[in-house]
């Protein structure tokens, strides 16, 4: 059974850095895309940007390009998503989620996203 | 491409049948994904390609349309069906998510 484990809840304070993981488990072979997905609270889901697990081929979505950083390390089926300098409008919860297809120049469908992690709750306040 | 969901809140007796409509901004032929979000947890895909259940997905759920025009039915709703559902579009590299419908038991 395909899971994502996803890192515990922060709490941070504005401008402060944070990473964050989803880790992937029960799938053999990195080919896959994990995308990562905002949701501000009481609000719905936004996504963020998506990078290819066995080569971190990486797009963002243009509310979010230059304001996060999506990472991966393959040998370890991890995908992590880090902010430089937290706001405290980052306050929501963020989930990652996998995909098998996409691609990233647009000329082809991708696929839903079949499988979510729990979610990581991330808070910034002074 | 924009994703519009209606209505964004309902609210129906058990055993009601449930309808619900998604609108995108331009033709994503039958690239389209519904979402169940119950709350406190993380979103579940309910359906792939317009119409087709994803395993163990009850078959009250049903999905139909295409081109720009879906709607997600539940034929007879039950408490544990409430939830927010999402429709997303996955047709080019721009996956939109609708602003959700969130379902309550009256």
């Known amino acids: 059974e395909v899971q994502l484990v996803q890192s515990g809840a922060e709490v941070k304070k504005p401008g402060e850095s944070l990473k964050i993981s989803c880790q992937v488990s029960?799938?053999?072979?990195?080919?896959?895309?994990i995308a990562w997905v905002r949701q501000l609270p009481g609000k719905g889901l936004e996504w963020m940007g998506i990078?290819?697990?066995?080569?971190?081929?990486?797009k963002y979505t243009p509310p979010f390009q230059g304001q996060v950083l999506i990472s991966a390390d393959k040998s370890i089926r991890t995908t992590y998503l880090q902010w430089g300098s937290l706001k405290a409008s980052d306050t929501a919860m963020y989930y990652c989620?996998?995909?098998?297809?996409?691609?990233?120049?647009?000329?082809?469908?991708?696929?839903?996203?079949?499988?979510w992690g729990q979610g990581t709750m991330v808070t910034v306040s002074s | 491409i924009q994703m519009t969901q209606s209505p964004s809140s309902l609210s129906a007796s058990v055993g009601d049948r449930v309808t619900i409509s998604c609108r995108a901004g331009?033709?994503?032929?039958?690239?389209l994904a519904w979402y169940q979000q119950k709350p406190g947890k993380a979103p579940k895909l309910l359906i792939s390609?317009?119409?087709n259940l994803q395993s163990g997905v009850p078959s009250r759920f049903s999905g139909s349309g295409s081109g720009t025009d879906f709607t997600l039915t539940i034929s007879s709703l039950q408490p544990e069906d409430v939830a927010t559902y999402y429709c997303?579009?996955?047709?080019?590299?721009?996956?939109?998510f609708g602003g959700g419908t969130k379902v309550e038991i009256k």
């Open positions: 989620a996998k995909l098998t297809y996409f691609d990233i120049t647009g000329q082809s469908a991708a696929s839903p996203f079949d499988t």
């Open positions: 997303q579009n996955y047709d080019s590299a721009l996956l939109a």
């Open positions: 331009q033709d994503v032929s039958n690239y």
């Open positions: 390609f317009t119409s």
């Open positions: 990078i290819y697990l066995d080569d971190s081929d990486t």
């Open positions: 029960g799938y053999r072979f990195p080919k896959y895309w």
